[in-house]
């Protein structure tokens, strides 16, 4: 954790140091240092963040606000993020989630659950790739399914993913940004809502993340408005 820490710690000070030294009074210079700079205190500050959530969901300090979601509408608008964020990804997205579709759920956390799931999905998969979402009632529970067309997962490393900081692909993952926290957070706040998640993968053919909550069935239902999905970037 103290080297994931110092990466962008240590680079935050090169860059410093050199526009202190005279770059900032090159315009061509400063300038690139500068979008250097943010690049590295952004994800400084996102690690951080994923640390103390992490932390607040394992000690029991995070409570859920749950409530009948209709999933669909979630769904569309954590892509929509997603999108933007990765607006060069040239990933194709599918979704099969029926409309009439709801969860007992936190909002904020399910947003949250999605989007480190879709997320890790782009940033893993291939060029041109597509990511699929699914979901079906299976009882009194709900499946969601997060599948993408990437590498895979070895089966040595599926039993590990969920861990904080593993990394399947360590030669890729050093060229891929994350705090490496985000399916830790998930596995966490899935069980929190008493859930279950796991995933499954084909080396060369992509992998699918799976996790259940609780039906709504027979829970009042209305539209479930999103906080501007500004929790949901964990």
Same mark, same amino acid.
């Given at each position: 954790?103290?080297? @994931? ?40 500050? @996102? ?99 997060? @599948? ?53 993968? @084909? ?32």
């Amino acid at each position: 954790l103290s080297h @994931e820490l110092r990466t962008p710690l240590t680079a935050i000070l090169a860059y410093a140091e050199t526009l202190m030294g005279g770059a900032i009074d090159d315009v061509e210079n400063n300038a690139r240092f500068i979008e250097k700079l943010y690049k590295h205190a952004a994800r400084m500050n @996102e690690l951080i963040s994923d640390i103390s959530d992490l932390a607040a969901i394992e000690s029991g300090k995070v409570k859920l606000a749950t409530g009948p979601v209709r999933l669909r509408s979630v769904v569309s608008e954590v892509i929509a993020l997603a999108e933007a964020r990765h607006s060069d990804c040239g990933i194709a997205f599918s979704v099969s989630v029926p409309d009439d579709l709801f969860v007992m759920a936190d909002l904020t956390r399910l947003e949250q659950i999605l989007y480190n799931l879709i997320d890790n999905a782009i940033k893993f998969n291939k060029s041109g790739g597509s990511v699929t979402i699914t979901a079906k009632e299976e009882g009194s529970t709900v499946r969601i399914d997060v @599948e993408d067309t990437g590498a895979g997962i070895a089966d040595a490393d599926l039993p590990r993913v969920f861990e904080r900081l593993y990394r399947a692909d360590k030669s890729r993952s050093r060229k891929i940004e994350g705090t490496g926290l985000g399916l830790a957070i998930v596995k966490h706040l899935v069980q929190a809502h008493g859930g279950e998640v796991y995933a499954a993968s @084909e080396p060369g053919r992509g992998s699918r993340f799976t996790f259940t909550l609780p039906s709504a069935k027979g829970h009042p239902q209305r539209e479930t408005n999103s906080p501007a999905l500004s929790g949901a970037e964990k």
